[in-house]
């Protein structure tokens, strides 16, 4: 069944005054008197979701990715936070993002936000570096604060959880943030693998500067990694494309290992087998999922406002392209099948 996003914000549960207001401000830009204008009562009054129902009592965590990479972090975060209510959207019509114009990755970023806006996300992580690197900012600062529909809602990224866990210093002063033993050590040098727009957008080096200006940083675009991972390519045909990605980075630094080593794309966990052959044991792989959730939770319980634990949380997972014949790569990367639905 398809469901088109753009509906679906104007559509969700009333019981009596106090759940009115409620659907009011889901709605978002349309207040009481617009509502009446569209005849929404009946509307608010119904049920819709992907097989029928999408309920919209409360507000849910979305994760975005421009394919199926993003499910490697969702996962972890449906692990680490049960409690709460998850959307996932991929945008496997237009994957993979990471050999796109920036231009273009801002547009089809800024539809999907505004999607899954309408599918009752009041808080959204962009599990997909590309993403994160080229529009994320742009978002923050600029698209959102135009949206009178949602400006009690935000966006989030997936960077600088991870660069605060490859420097092992926080963004900010967060009391009670701690690193995995393995990265306490100091850091002087930090190689990258990611797409060839994330590498392009020279966001990881920017950042990792504005935090410890003293570290060098190489990066390393591998521009046909995602792309295979998202097809299901075999390990015997990734080996090679990893092996000659990290004799790239090599020479760069003249042979000698960075102190640690970045996965700047969620697609690529399900390659760290891969990676992890031609690396020495002792320089960590970063990774960034379980990075992204333990920051997540500690935003939350910094900003409480933008989603609230449900006392029944559910699940929803969308596609805007075609979803038959992908489920043994969604097995791949949940562990076990979904119910995608696609988006009109």
Known sequence: MEINAQNARRRTLSYGRGARWLAYRRLGCLNETQVDDVHADRAIQQRVDARGELPLTHFHIGVFDSGFGGLTVHHTLTKALPQYSFTYLGDHAHAPYGERSFAGIKELTARAMEQMFGLGCGLIVIACNTASAVALRWLQQHWLPEQECWRDRNILGIIVPTIEAATSRPWSDKPGLEFPAHLATHVKSLGIFGTRATVESQTYPVEIHKRR???????QSCPELAGAI???AADP???PLIRDYVDSLLRQTDGIWPDRLILACTHYPLAA??????LPESVPLIVQPDIVAARLLDYLKRHPGYVEPALDPVRHYFSTGAIEGTLPLVRTFWGGDLPFTRLA
């Open 213 to 219: 200006a003293d570290i060098s940083v190489f990066q």
């Open 230 to 232: 998202e097809a299901g």
């Open 237 to 239: 045909d990734l080996r």
């Open 273 to 278: 087998h891969l990676f992890r052959e031609f």
